[in-house]
């Protein structure tokens, strides 16, 4: 079992830049994908990024590509997800999540309960 939990979000201007972090619980985080995935105002939840278990492997969205930065700390089992220059479209609820598969996935099994960005025009 993998619990998450984020940390991070809250109000920022256009332009600016917030670190979310997400601590996870359980033996079997250094074997795991890890992924950060948003839900904006009235739309379906989306994948913003994904490493691999040993983050030499990543993913990220067109969208957030050249802004977004995800990373990970295996040893103390902490994913964060970096995010400049950011845009008002960004604005959304983050969702921290953990796959049982090791590599690159869009298929996670584990999800926090979210932290919400809000961007400022």
């Known amino acids: 079992q993998v619990q998450l939990v984020e940390s991070g979000g809250g109000l920022v201007q256009a332009g600016g830049s917030l670190r979310l972090s997400c601590a996870a619980s359980?033996?079997?985080?250094?074997?795991?994908?890890m992924g950060w995935f948003r839900q904006p105002p009235g739309k379906e939840r989306e994948i913003v990024a994904v490493i691999n278990w040993s983050g030499r492997s990543t993913y990220y969205v067109d969208s957030v590509k050249g802004r977004f930065t995800i990373s990970r700390d295996n040893i103390n089992k902490w994913v964060y997800l970096q995010m400049n220059s950011l845009k008002p479209e960004d604005t959304a609820v983050y969702y921290c999540?953990?796959?049982?598969?090791?590599?690159?996935?869009?298929?996670?099994?584990?999800w926090g309960k979210g932290t919400l960005v809000t961007v400022s025009s």
């Open positions: 999540a953990a796959s049982r598969q090791a590599e690159v996935t869009t298929g996670m099994d584990y």
């Open positions: 359980g033996r079997t985080f250094s074997s795991s994908a």
